[in-house]
């Protein structure tokens, strides 16, 4: 009696179906995981930029005088902020003097001061109490250059200097 050993496995035909299901599923998953890491980004920058305003603040009171936010280049007035910026003691006008900490451009997004007091503002600065200087309040919006992505976001700070962030549809 002749014993043969059956192997199994699978056949060249049967991983070709596979992985071609697998490409054209991936295919289908891979604009939605963009967008996702895309909103997932400017969320993450808005809550930096509250994070900086936060610190500035408290900042402000711990030294019991002036401490300014700073954009490095706020000469672009449709995009004072995107360039980086910077938290310092007192109010230089721009990133010298005591730094207190730096934050990186904003790749591919813009962040704009918008508002009756904050249009065109590369400072924001808060007084020993905590409270902004300017003697209104204002808003940031934070859009992608890629008019693909959106929403966007926006953070909206009041005089007191308190801080909150929405959705928002960037239009270009």
């Known amino acids: 009696m002749i014993c043969r050993s059956k192997e199994s496995g699978f056949t060249v035909i049967e991983l070709m179906v596979t992985v071609a299901i697998a490409a054209v599923l991936l295919g289908y998953a891979l ?50 902020w995107g360039p980086g910026y910077c938290v310092v003691v007192g109010n230089p006008g721009d990133c010298t003097g005591t730094v207190l900490r730096r934050f990186s ?4 997004l813009t962040l704009d001061a918008i508002g009756a007091g904050f249009d065109n503002q590369g400072t924001l600065s808060f007084n020993a109490r905590g409270l902004l200087t300017l003697g209104a309040g204002g808003s940031l919006q934070l859009c992608s250059t890629d008019e693909d992505i959106n929403p966007g976001r926006t953070a909206a700070v009041n005089i007191i200097g308190r801080v909150s962030t929405n959705e928002l549809v960037c239009t270009s």
């Open 105 to 108: 451009s904003l790749n591919n």
């Open 31 to 80: 604009p939605s995981f963009n967008n996702f890491i895309s909103q997932r980004t400017m969320a993450s920058r808005i809550n930096e930029f509250t994070l900086a305003i936060a610190y500035a603040r408290s900042e402000a009171v711990t030294i019991r005088g002036i401490v300014s936010i700073q954009a490095v280049d706020a000469s672009d007035g449709g995009n004072e």
